[in-house]
């Protein structure tokens, strides 16, 4: 089974730091661009990053540019996003989700998210 | 930068009946990189169709998806229960602000 699993999340300061990690399993990790979305309660989906299989090519939204970092370990099978700055507007559940078509973003498989509230 | 416009934004309809969600680009996109996601309370979203038109696995033959240019359209030929949901499209990173199918 395609399995995808988020940890990390929590509450944390403004200007603080934070990283998530999602653990996949079920399918090889190393074949997927993987991407992270996030939505903020009661609001919409926004992508937030992606990376290439190989995590030679990483793209963000301009909005986290400079203060989040997408990584992945294919030999853990984990992808990582390493949150910087962070303000109260990044508050959020975060997913990972695999991308079907790699560079598309067409994302076939979803985490159960993780909430991260930036707050003082 | 592309803007997705969703229209409605909640429909309000019954069992048995036809749901057709509209997604409107601010400019020509490629079909190649337009999805729709279903979204339930609490839940995280679920891909139904990639490629414009394409079902992912696993999602009955009763969603379906069309378009091209700066128009798409997801349809829903007869709303089960389960269907009442959240829909949003995407293209490429950017995702519509969801349209609620709501019972009527």
């Known amino acids: 089974e395609v399995q995808l699993v988020e940890s990390g999340g929590g509450l944390v300061q403004p200007g603080g730091s934070l990283t998530l990690s999602c653990g996949a399993s079920?399918?090889?990790?190393?074949?997927?661009?993987m991407s992270w979305v996030r939505q903020a309660t009661g609001k919409g989906l926004e992508w937030v990053a992606h990376?290439?299989?190989?995590?030679?090519?990483?793209s963000y939204v301009e909005s986290v540019k400079g203060r989040f970092t997408i990584s992945r370990d294919n030999a853990k099978n984990s992808l990582y996003l390493q949150m910087n700055s962070l303000r109260a507007e990044d508050t959020a559940v975060y997913y990972c989700?695999?991308?079907?078509?790699?560079?598309?973003?067409?994302?076939?498989?979803w985490g159960q998210g993780t909430l991260v509230t930036v707050s003082s | 930068e592309i803007v997705l416009t969703q229209s409605p934004g909640t429909l309000s309809l019954s069992p048995g009946e036809r749901a057709t969600l509209s997604c409107r680009a601010s400019?020509?996109?490629?079909?190649?990189?337009l999805a729709w996601y279903q979204q339930k309370p609490g839940q995280a979203p679920r891909l139904l169709i990639y490629?414009?038109?394409s079902r992912a696995i696993g999602i009955p033959d009763r969603f379906s998806g069309s378009g091209s240019g700066t128009d798409f359209t997801l349809t829903i030929r007869r709303l089960e229960p389960e269907d009442f949901a959240v829909y949003y499209c995407?293209?490429?990173?950017?995702f519509g602000q969801g349209t609620k199918v709501e019972i009527k």
């Open positions: 989700a695999r991308e079907i078509v790699g560079g598309l973003v067409d994302l076939d498989c």
């Open positions: 079920g399918f090889t990790f190393s074949n997927f661009w």
């Open positions: 990376i290439k299989d190989d995590g030679s090519v990483k």
């Open positions: 400019q020509s996109v490629s079909s190649h990189s």
């Open positions: 490629g414009a038109s």
């Open positions: 995407q293209q490429s990173t950017t």
